[in-house]
């Protein structure tokens, strides 16, 4: 693949993970927002392979596609500890057995609906701990990803870009971190547009 298409793929796959989010707030359209987000993903994983074969450096697609990994991996392991503890309420309320209105309310007293909201709560928070610390485990690996192709591209803004998405990751938890990271996507965008073709290193001499 040639030095400009792989910078548009990475341009315009960065700037539909920008766009992604937005479509998220028009009604009927969050699934699409998903979509879009998913395929930029995918683009940006093409340009910097591309990239990383141009560079001869591997940790540029390596640790972004590891970043992405760890993002599956978090994102399991969330739900899995929410439906575990959700299973556990529902055991515990024993629901299979209710046949009528009259049981459901002797079941249900206030002790029993106020034990089962707690342990509902602990699952959430449990699940956003894990949410959590998965996210920056992620973005210490796309950050990496970036830092590695400014250093090779000598376009300093793929840094700059990592180390926002590494400090909105960080601050996801007073929620101020996605606008964070969302804006590190049009920085990246911004990034690969600008790369120069003279940027390349050239490929070793023949021994």
């Given at each position: 693949?040639?030095?400009q298409?792989?910078k548009?793929?990475?341009?315009v796959?960065?700037?539909?993970?920008?766009i992604?989010p937005?479509l998220?707030?028009?009604?009927?359209?969050?699934?699409l927002?998903?979509?879009?987000g998913?395929i930029?993903?995918?683009?940006v994983l093409i340009?910097?392979?591309?990239f990383?074969?141009r560079?001869?450096d591997?940790g540029?697609?390596?640790?972004?596609?590891y970043?992405?990994?760890?993002t599956?991996?978090g994102?399991?392991?969330a739900?899995?500890?929410?439906l575990?503890?959700a299973?556990?309420?529902?055991a515990?309320?024993d629901?299979e057995?209710?046949t009528?209105a009259?049981?459901?309310?002797?079941v249900?007293?206030?002790?029993?609906?106020?034990d089962s909201?707690?342990?509902?709560?602990g699952g959430v928070?449990?699940a956003?701990?894990?949410l959590?610390?998965?996210?920056?485990l992620?973005?210490l690996?796309?950050?990496?990803s970036?830092g590695?192709?400014?250093s090779?591209?000598?376009?300093g803004?793929?840094g700059?870009a990592?180390?926002?998405l590494?400090?909105?990751a960080?601050l996801t938890?007073?929620l101020?971190?996605f606008?964070?990271i969302?804006?590190s996507?049009?920085?990246?965008a911004?990034?690969?547009?600008?790369m120069k073709?003279t940027?390349?290193?050239?490929p070793?001499?023949?021994?």
């Open positions: 693949m040639d030095f298409t792989s548009n793929l990475g341009g796959g960065a700037l539909l993970l920008f992604g937005l998220g707030f028009v009604p009927y359209l969050g699934a927002g998903g979509l879009v998913l930029g993903f995918i683009l340009a910097l392979k591309s990383a074969d560079y001869n591997a540029i697609f390596n640790n972004a596609l970043g992405f990994i760890t599956i991996v994102i399991v392991s739900l899995g500890a929410f575990a503890t299973l556990t309420v529902i515990d309320l629901i057995n209710w009528s009259t049981e459901w309310t002797e249900i007293t206030a002790e029993t609906a106020f909201i707690l342990k509902l709560l928070i449990i956003l701990v894990i959590f610390a998965f996210a920056i992620t973005a690996l796309y950050r990496k970036l590695t192709l400014a090779k591209s000598g376009v803004l793929f700059t990592g180390l926002i590494l400090i909105g960080v938890i007073i101020v971190g606008l964070l969302w804006i996507f049009l920085l990246v911004i990034a690969f547009f600008s073709p940027a390349v290193e050239p070793p001499s023949a021994p």
